[in-house]
């Protein structure tokens, strides 16, 4: 399966303890980071946030056992260019995922709503030989979830029961310590604050303690008729 995210930090925020189960139940698991996260410091200048912010994605797929695909992308910038497409195409194809989670593309951030689109477009011209990349087109179309926005808007098809594993996914969170004090300074909340609070909401709503909550996007070619969250 194949989680993408705008920032380094998304999926570990967003799903990450889909992605915990997914590991458990002995499945490939390939992340994808779209941008290098160099805005997201008041302190530390762009640059050396890039170079800080790959390290902790690659300490966190690490400790997720899962596959890492940095795009690097300018923070706050991501276009849906030729050259991003391409890119989202050639990443789908690397990871040949039979699932894929994304951003919902009403999300708050201009590059979550820009990776939502891109992934979209990416999941068809991947499948397509004659649209060349450096890995072989997919057979088929992938099945596409949009993560939760934690907005009231957000209307949720599927929930995860992820409170098994949500001790250990706020611990994936915490290896981006970068963000520890970005995250209070820009928000005035500790950072794994809202991610607690969404996922016990979206756990109240299933019965559970901690669920994540994801949207079933219907693709008009592809996609499994069953579910494939864990
Ligand atoms: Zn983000």
Redesign the pocket.
Known sequence: MLAV???P??VEFHCGGTLLLYRLGGHDVTVCVATNGDKGSKRIPPGELAAIRQGEAREAAARLGAELIWLGFEDGALQEGLAERMAFIEAVRKARPDVVLAHDPDDY?P??RASARLVRDALFLATVPHVHTESPALESTPSLYWMDTGAAAFQPTDYVDVTDVYAEKEELLALHRSQWEWISDHSGVEIAEPMRVTNRFRGMACGVRYAEAFRREWLAAGGSAVRLLP
């Open positions: 995210g705008a920032h930090d998304d951030h590059d979550h």
